[in-house]
T-cell receptor
Framework: SAVISQKPSRDICQRGTSLTIQCQVD?????MFWYRQQPGQSLTLIAT?????????ESGFVIDKFPISRPNLTFSTLTVSNMSPEDSSIYLC????????????FGPGTRLTVL | QKEVEQDPGPLSVPEGAIVSLNCTYS??????FMWYRQYSRKGPELLMY????GNKEDGRFTAQVDKSSKYISLFIRDSQPSDSATYLC????????????FGAGTILRVKS
């Protein structure tokens, strides 16, 4: 398994501003993922972030709105840009440590409220 | 039709009951099946994973996969109030790369 931390754990932001969420892993991993979980909903994949390449975004998510950095094998950031109240959600990062299965391990999440 | 269907509940049971949580799926390409537990205001925690059909047991938890019926289950024996959480099934397969497809999650409440 992997131990994952996220910063901040929560934030309240004003409409039109941007927030950068950090994800730190205690071991080197190739694949990291960013998810959104809206209240009472399941997880929706935003993008896959592999070190050394551009992030791959899922349908409905664009780089201008959710720019991602992946500078090394233990760290990634997700920025939520030009926020609106509809961006209020929990943002989760996860990692796939590799191996024969596709299991992922999740961070504790960042709870974002946009006013 | 969603790729993975899961009854959102809530499912309310008395302490000590056997709990059965289920998911159905439509794509026979899924090969890896996982169950995550998510407590309120926490990230999902991997509980069980299985490959292909069969059963896997870990303490009070048993994961079951029936690929012929496209149906997976998680059984919790001797349920405890601390088992109260949302349980998410997830699955993946070669055509999905390393991406997981999640069910909606079932809210479980175990009453003492």
């Amino acid at each position: 398994s992997a131990v994952i931390s996220q910063k901040p754990s929560r934030d309240i932001c004003q409409r039109g501003t941007s927030l950068t969420i950090q994800c730190q892993v205690d071991s080197q991993v190739t694949m990291m993922f960013w998810y959104r979980q809206q209240p009472g909903q399941s997880l929706t994949l935003i993008a896959t972030a592999n070190q050394g390449s551009e992030a791959t975004y899922e349908s409905g998510f664009v780089i201008d709105k959710f720019p991602i950095s992946r500078p090394n094998l233990t760290f990634s950031t997700l920025t939520v840009s030009n926020m609106s109240p509809e961006d209020s959600s929990i943002y989760l990062c996860s990692v796939d440590p590799g191996g024969a299965t596709d299991t992922q391990y999740f961070g504790p999440g960042t709870r974002l409220t946009v006013l | 039709q969603k790729e993975v269907e899961q009854d959102p509940g809530p499912l309310s049971v008395p302490e000590g009951a056997i709990v059965s949580l289920n998911c159905t799926y439509s794509n026979s390409a899924f090969q890896y099946f996982m169950w995550y537990r998510q407590y309120s205001r926490k990230g999902p925690e991997l509980l069980m994973y299985t490959y292909s059909s069969g059963n896997k047991e870990d303490g009070r938890f048993t994961a079951q996969v029936d690929k012929s019926s496209k149906y997976i289950s998680l059984f919790i024996r001797d349920s405890q109030p601390s088992d109260s959480a949302t349980y998410l099934c997830a699955m993946s397969g070669r055509e999905y790369g390393n991406k997981l497809v999640f069910g909606a999650g079932t809210i479980l409440r175990v009453k003492s």
